[in-house]
């Protein structure tokens, strides 16, 4: 005869997963992944900079393989910069081969309207839209070697052939036009010679504009680098203090 029992068996708990440990990100390590080098030389400035890089980037994404600028960062950087009282002079530093002409010229109009003193720098190149860009500030500088391509306003995908179409262009075409004339020295009469000018760029018509001949044409104020820029700035700076405490006592 067989006894039944109340036998208890314990059930065999799972073994705890090991959670893996995040090791301590090494500053000095991201430092040299992100930005090539083992220190970043931090200080206090009263001087904001803002770079304009790759092409400028408006109501559409560009892929993203190609370097870019988007408006939508700019334009509050500048407003901030603007409103910030330590801030007491902007540098624009500009290496783009231009893009959308109403975010380039928005750009163009938000350094123009500042009310602290600005200097642009063009290096390496200031094509396309970058020229109404490189000439709002109160004053421009262009590195011995870097370029200014000039040319016509062109449209890309969708072109509906009414004379509406050519129209509107012509009025964008006028704005830029219009935009540089006032912020610079040129002629309108030289500028649209080097932007309708044929023969010099294979695709296309316009001219590039070398450094010191951008300077010639009065395109761009004078010849120089960063060195130069900054103390045309700090120059600004101080007839702007000057003229405060002039207007205190």
């Known amino acids: 005869m067989m006894h039944r029992g ?3 068996s314990q059930e065999q708990q799972p073994e705890p997963v090991p959670v893996p440990t995040e090791k301590p990100r090494n500053p000095v390590v991201d430092t040299i992944q992100q930005l090539g080098q083992t220190t970043v030389p931090v200080m206090d400035s009263n001087i904001f900079c803002m770079t304009i890089i790759g092409q400028v980037e408006g109501h559409l994404v560009l892929p993203p393989q190609n370097k870019t600028t988007k408006y939508e960062h700019l334009i509050p950087q500048l407003v901030a910069a603007e409103q910030n009282s330590k801030i ?12 959308d002409v109403e975010a380039g010229l928005a750009i163009a ?3 123009s309207s500042l009310s602290k003193p600005s200097v642009t720098l063009v290096l390496g190149g200031g094509h396309s839209i970058g020229v109404p860009i490189a000439v709002a500030g109160d004053m421009s500088f262009i590195a011995e070697t870097a370029t200014m391509t000039i040319h016509p ?8 052939g009414v004379p509406q179409t050519f129209e509107y262009l012509e009025k964008m075409q006028e704005r830029v036009v219009r ?17 309708f000018k044929t023969g010099e760029l294979t695709r296309d018509i316009g001219a590039t504009v070398i450094g010191p001949d951008a300077v010639t044409y009065g395109l761009i104020d004078a010849v120089g680098g960063v060195g130069a820029a900054i103390r045309e700035l700090n ?4 007839e702007n203090r000057a003229r405060a405490s002039a207007v205190i006592q």
């Open 235 to 238: 120059r600004r700076i101080e």
């Open 109 to 111: 109009e938000m350094i």
């Open 6 to 8: 109340n036998y208890t």
């Open 88 to 99: 007491e002079g902007v540098l624009i530093v500009l290496n783009t081969v231009g893009g």
């Open 179 to 195: 935009f540089v004339m006032s912020h610079s020295r040129i002629t309108e009469q030289k500028f649209k010679e080097l932007m």
């Open 153 to 160: 306003i062109r449209l890309n995908g969708l072109v509906i």
